[in-house]
């Protein structure tokens, strides 16, 4: 973190806000090979919704059955329903090492950053934890509309779980806020271009 503020204060602008915005983007970019093999096992779930959807009308009465036609519709296909997980996992350790580095962090220095007096403390406005739980929900939205799974549970958890992030980014430093939301927003850009970059892949 101390070398993304060092950037700022060369370029002129020390400011942490900045910072975290910076480190985000990174870490993104860093991250970039696994989520594209998150975002093929997607593409590839998605384009066999069609049928699965079929084994689960046809063999409703009959779970069983229904679970060993799907298994064989995947092998089939060559798509592993579990292969979107494991990027994912891989992920999961270097996102919680950069929230707790979040954290913890002493906003030394400059610790404004726009309406924010310090982000040490946590947002007297809740603009940022109402931008959290708004931009967790369109994530796990277009996630859900590029995967194309609709179930009932995961309709659930894209309502659900962006409450419990605005909830909880209550209390938290608004550094550590700002990153979750930029992350979010960045997830979704990488989404976007991926599945479109699929997609101009296929019409070639």
Known sequence: MDGFYNITVAVGFPNYGVAIILMTICVKLCLYPLNAKQIKSMKAMQEIQPKLKKIQKDYKNNPQLMQQKMGELYQESG????????????????????????????????????????????DPTYIL???????????????????????????????????????????FPAGLVLYWVVMNICQMAQQWYMFRKEDQKEAA
């Not at 494991?86 to 979040?102: A, D, E, F, N």
């Not at 906003?107 to 924010?116: H, N, R």
């Not at 967790?136 to 009932?152: H, P, W």
């Open 79 to 122: 798509v592993n329903p579990l292969a979107g997980c494991l990027p994912l996992l891989v992920q999961m350790p270097i996102l919680m090492g950069v929230y707790y580095s979040l954290y913890g962090l002493e906003y030394s220095g400059d610790p404004t950053f726009l309406w924010l007096s310090s982000l040490s403390d946590s």
């Open 129 to 171: 934890p109402l931008l959290s739980a708004l931009t967790t929900y369109l994530a796990q939205r277009q996630s859900m509309a590029m995967n194309g799974q609709e179930n009932q549970q995961m309709k659930m958890m894209m309502y659900i779980m962006p409450i419990f992030i605005g909830y909880i980014s209550i209390n």
